[in-house]
């Protein structure tokens, strides 16, 4: 597979909502806690959106971390709705010693949480990403894995209906969920319009049309959601599977945790998610009685000169709270985690030093000749540019609000219909772009 650039991620936030009235507060950087040998000591707490491991694999963590570090005690804090917690948690002091970035963080506003990891050359040349969570030449988070784009299918499902092969076009995707809603018992597309946030991961595909430049291509748009446009390609594809009424029967009862297990199990075929949910969706597979082998990772239906892309960045990133009373036992924590613990290799992703192999739940890449796009960091003096537009135009690009209205509208429950839904969402956004210049 090639790497189609280099360039950090351009990461970006939904609304900021509260998290702007911070103050600057001191450099924790300057006090680390050390034993009166210069060894790293202290306590420091974990906060982490894995609540699901923090009894088993976190614990194995932190035993092998406090053998290499014996003056150090970890303690995790696992927090289910981790988006909505820590994001108000933000506007206190009180929000643990490492942390997983939150996605309401703008650039800017990374002085005033956390703690600066070093220059982004510096950090650079240990990680990959790093541009993702970085102001002003400052580093503020180390990946704790790397996605591709894509989606995760029932192989055997999809084989049932005759299709071996990834589509190549939007069409070719819809007329294949068509042909599982025809031969199979299966529900071909399952949206997780309940719980929201996997709405998202349908933004990440951003690039597999418009390659690196896609976040300052959208940012010079006025009208995102019109035909030829990446935007308007991802999100109506998502539109018409739904219109086309090839998903659940009533979006408001989906449950994240049981769709790892519908999947896995072949009752539902397809779900839009980062590379990092194969594994989980494996694991759902053989708790049900199936295989592993019968869920697979292929990439978007956008070909771009004949190729596939799948775009790649870093996952949540790990942080240094820059109120942490122990801030080196805090940056150890970030290094052994992304260097040492094996956590991207668990979870199939790839890894986030800059060194890192192919993992094997992308395998199906190979063979299909996938290009990867990593996606340019916005120009200096223009990180918040595009979330400016987005806030402002309260079109919330990652978050779940504007996908579950389109959603409504493609399956009847609100007035409208694509055409009007997306003239709607190009007035807003062109709006915004004037009143933000």
């Keep these: 597979m090639k790497l189609k650039h280099s360039a950090g991620f351009a990461a970006a936030g939904v ?5 702007t009235a911070c ?11 050390e034993s009166g040998d210069g060894a790293i000591s202290g306590d420091i707490t974990v906060l982490t959106n894995r609540t699901d491991l923090i009894d088993t694999t976190f614990q ?55 703690a600066p990891l070093g220059s982004v050359d510096e950090v650079s040349e240990t990680y990959r990403f790093v541009s993702e969570q970085a102001y002003e030449d400052q580093a503020y988070g180390v990946a704790i894995t790397g996605n591709a784009q894509g989606y995760v299918i029932n192989k055997k499902v ?18 294949a969920l068509q042909a599982i809603a025809d031969s199979t018992d299966a529900t071909p597309y399952y949206t997780n ?29 006025d009208e995102p959601w019109t035909e030829g446009e990446e935007q308007y390609a991802i999100d109506s594809l998502l539109y018409d599977v739904v219109d086309a009424g090839l998903s659940e029967d009533d979006p408001t009862t989906t449950n994240w945790e049981e769709s790892k297990t519908l999947l896995g199990s072949g009752e539902v075929a397809t779900m839009v998610l980062g590379s990092w949910a194969v594994t989980q969706v494996q694991d759902a597979a053989e708790a049900a009685g199936g295989s592993p082998d019968d869920i697979a990772y292929w990439p978007m239906p956008f070909q771009v000169d004949g190729s596939f892309h799948s775009t790649i960045g870093g996952d949540y990133k790990n942080a240094v709270s820059k109120y942490s009373e122990n801030p080196e036992a805090a940056r150890a924590w970030v290094d052994w985690f992304a260097q040492e613990s094996g956590y991207a290799e ?12 192919l993992p094997s ?46 959603i409504d509208t493609a399956r009847g429950a609100a007035d409208g219909d694509k055409a009007s839904y997306f003239d709607s969402l190009n007035e807003r956004w062109s709006a915004a772009r004037a009143e933000v210049g």
């Design 346 to 357: 668990s979870q199939g992703g790839l890894a986030p030093t800059v060194e890192g192999e």
């Design 193 to 221: 319009y309940a719980d929201g946030w996997p709405l998202s991961q349908w933004q990440g595909n951003r690039g597999v049309i418009a390659g690196p430049e896609t976040e300052q291509i959208l940012a010079d748009t």
């Design 158 to 175: 999809w084989e049932e209906a005759g299709i071996t092969e990834a589509p190549t076009t939007p069409e070719e995707f819809v007329d």
């Design 60 to 114: 194995d963590y932190k035993n092998t971390f406090e053998s290499e570090y014996p003056d150090v005690n970890v303690e995790f804090e696992g927090i289910t709705d981790y988006e909505g917690d820590v994001s108000i948690r933000l506007n206190t002091q009180d929000f643990g010693d490492v942390l997983l970035i939150p996605n309401t963080v703008s650039k800017d506003q990374l002085p005033n949480f956390f």
């Design 15 to 19: 609304l900021a909502m509260a998290l």
């Design 23 to 33: 103050s600057s507060g001191s450099d924790s950087g300057d006090d680390a806690a």
């Design 361 to 406: 739940t992308l395998s199906e890449f190979e063979s299909l000749g996938v290009e990867f796009v990593e996606i340019d960091p916005a120009p200096a003096g223009e990180e918040t540019a595009l979330s400016d537009i987005y806030d402002t135009a309260e079109i919330d690009l990652w978050g779940n609000v504007y996908r579950q209205k389109m």
